[in-house]
């Protein structure tokens, strides 16, 4: 069983930003997909962005050149970086990790975009 667990939530006023934190247990970390999801009060989930085994990166269109996704394998860990934030990205957000056929979900972390 893998546990995931992000951290990094708060509110922050529009135009700011925030890290969000995402730690994996297990050994092949290097080898898991890792994913932000979002969901945003009365919305279904939305995957945010993707990180794979070679930093392969993808990012919903809305959030390009705000977000940012990065990896540290050696710290079992994945990182999301927001800038520029605004009232829609606010949501709990969550991290997966995908190993093969098998998805694991952390708790959520919430961020709350408001002046």
């Known amino acids: 069983q893998v546990q995931v667990v992000e951290s990094g939530g708060d509110l922050v006023q529009p135009g700011g930003s925030l890290r969000l934190a995402c730690a994996a247990s297990?050994?092949?970390?290097?080898?898991?997909?890792m994913r932000w999801y979002r969901q945003a009060p009365g919305k279904q989930h939305e995957l945010v962005a993707e990180?794979?085994?070679?930093?392969?990166?993808k990012y919903v269109e809305s959030v390009k050149g705000r977000f940012t996704v990065s990896r540290d394998d050696a710290k079992n860990s994945v990182y999301l970086r927001m800038n520029s934030l605004k009232p829609e990205d606010t949501a709990d957000y969550f991290c997966n990790a995908k190993i093969g056929q098998e998805i694991y979900w952390g708790p959520g972390t919430q961020v709350t975009v408001s002046p």
């Open positions: 990180i794979s085994p070679g930093n392969r990166i």
């Open positions: 297990g050994r092949s970390f290097s080898t898991y997909v």
